[in-house]
């Protein structure tokens, strides 16, 4: 539980630091992509180099979640926040130093080492921070918003960077912030921790990082080479260690992950909605910013600017979430929101693929995202305090694996279609990708024909991510109590 008995009375300007730590994670996950062809430029590194550049920070952050989470609970959740700020902005120092690839795979993966250390502590330190529920419910709206807005951002601001500076501005642009987080967080912030953990599981602790490296790993190996010996070894080694970690945790009476807090409707509710929304958003997104670029041309930037609807949807609708949860009813606000998303999805499914319409499409499903700070309303209120890092790396784990199924699972499908609507006589470089076609067949009608066929590859899976999100509906209606009230202190 929190060190305090009263409302901390700085909590408001507590929120703001956690906030602020947080849009910069999140805006590191994207930042990378507008930098990368400046780094290959740069650097040259080999298609495997690349894809580890890429991949390696969400590998290291699946498998440290639940473990930082557990530290916190014992160690103490500002510490942990702290230090986290800390090894963020050594690492971004670092990368002056990086001048090969191996050196930038090693800046990435001590960038997620600190994401892993900072995320699930900005939440469990909410819930502790915020005892009040109706305080608590605004304050994770704040917090969902900031979320939102970080992945958004981090194209433009990368965009206006690599525009005046090189690469090496896409990492130092965290170091100022991180040194005010510090700072500011010590001062702010006050300590809280699980009075009681009980005993470290060691074992339990190996089995987690393993069995989440392994899921990610396969996730991401599915998507790039296909179903081969590593994929299914991976996806083998992750089943048996993650059920080996789940019954370890149900049979002990201080398990490293409270697994069950899934016996609570509004907590597993609320994780649905963030896993199947973090799949449909994350490979939609992967797919509009190709479309973008390759085929209605833009810069990066302004392939950046032009996917702001969806956070500007989500950042007006996340605040007021609550709110509007108090009038209505949180499992209509949840499900609800879910709907609105699936709209969104059939508007890029049925509407004529525009940028007018798309922006609309996106401005819905940033709305329908923006609800999910009713979701995490759910998860941190229907958890007790000193549980708070259980739940914080259960919602956290379900944003980063239901975002690395939405680029395998969506981004594959999108690239199936693709190929089924080019022309059977297309070489192998076409049907690679669109940007493989552009290259050898630019300005030619092979190109214009790989250009069509993308777009409606987008529009098809847009539909696939319509039923995902109704399905998620349906569930999420099912799941949560009909009467569940997150402004009530009993949560």
């Known amino acids: 539980m929190s060190t305090t ?3 901390y009375t700085r909590r408001w300007a507590a929120l703001t630091v956690l906030s602020a730590s947080l849009l910069l994670v999140t805006m590191d996950m994207t930042i990378l992509n507008v930098a990368l062809p400046k780094i290959s430029a740069d650097l040259k590194p080999g298609a495997v180099e690349l894809l580890w550049m890429v991949d390696l920070y969400s590998l290291v952050v699946a498998g440290l979640l639940v473990t930082a989470s557990a530290l916190g609970d014992r160690w103490g959740r500002k510490r942990m926040l702290i230090s986290g700020f800390a090894v963020f902005g050594l690492a971004s120092i670092a990368v002056l130093w990086a001048d090969s690839p191996a050196e930038v795979i090693a800046v990435r993966a001590l960038l997620g080492v600190g994401g892993a250390m900072i995320m699930p502590s900005t939440l469990s330190m909410i819930r502790n921070l915020f005892t009040d529920a109706r305080e608590r419910a605004t304050a994770l ?14 194209p433009i601001v990368g965009g206006l960077l690599l525009e005046a500076f090189d690469w090496h501005a896409a990492f130092l642009v965290n170091v100022p912030v ?6 500011a967080g010590l001062l702010l912030l006050p300590e809280s921790r699980n009075p009681a953990p009980g005993r470290w599981d060691a074992l339990g602790t190996a089995l987690s990082m393993v069995g989440m490296i392994s899921l990610v790993y ?9 179903l081969d010996t590593w994929t299914l070894g991976a ?6 260690t993650l059920t080996w970690f789940v019954r370890r945790c149900l049979g002990r009476p201080d398990p490293l992950l409270e697994i069950r807090l899934f016996r609570n409707g509004a907590f597993t509710s609320g994780t649905v909605a963030a896993f199947t929304t973090s799949i449909a958003m994350a490979g939609i997104m992967l797919i509009m910013v190709q479309w973008a670029q390759l085929v209605q041309g833009y810069s990066p930037l302004q392939t950046g600017l032009a996917m702001l609807p969806m956070a500007v949807g989500a950042s007006v609708l996340s605040p007021v979430a609550p709110a509007i949860a108090a009038r209505i009813g949180a499992r209509t606000v949840l499900a609800g929101g879910l709907a609105v998303a699936a709209l969104g999805f059939v508007v890029l499914w049925l509407a004529p693929t525009t940028y007018l319409w798309v922006a609309v499409a996106l401005g819905l499903i940033g709305a329908g995202m923006g609800t999910l700070a009713i979701a995490s309303a759910a998860i941190m209120s229907s958890s007790p305090a000193e549980k708070a890092g259980s739940a914080a790396a259960i919602e956290e784990t379900s944003y980063e694996i239901g975002g690395t199924f939405g680029v395998a699972v969506l981004g594959s499908l999108a690239t199936v279609l693709y190929r089924a609507g080019l022309p059977s006589d297309a070489t192998a470089a076409v049907r690679e990708s669109l940007g493989g076609a552009l290259a050898v067949a630019g300005g030619t009608d092979l190109a214009a024909q790989a250009q069509l066929a993308f777009t409606e590859a987008l529009r098809t899976t847009s539909l696939f991510g ?6 998620a509906t349906a569930a999420v209606w099912w799941l949560t109590p009909a009467k569940l009230d997150l402004t009530s202190s009993q949560h």
């Open 178 to 183: 991180m040194v005010v987080a510090v700072i």
């Open 218 to 226: 396969a996730i991401k190996h599915l998507a790039t080479e296909g």
């Open 235 to 240: 996806a083998a080694l992750a089943a048996g």
């Open 466 to 471: 319509a039923v995902l999100m109704l399905v």
């Open 141 to 154: 709206g704040i917090w969902a918003a900031t979320a939102a807005a970080g992945g958004a951002i981090g």
């Open 5 to 7: 008995t009263e409302p």
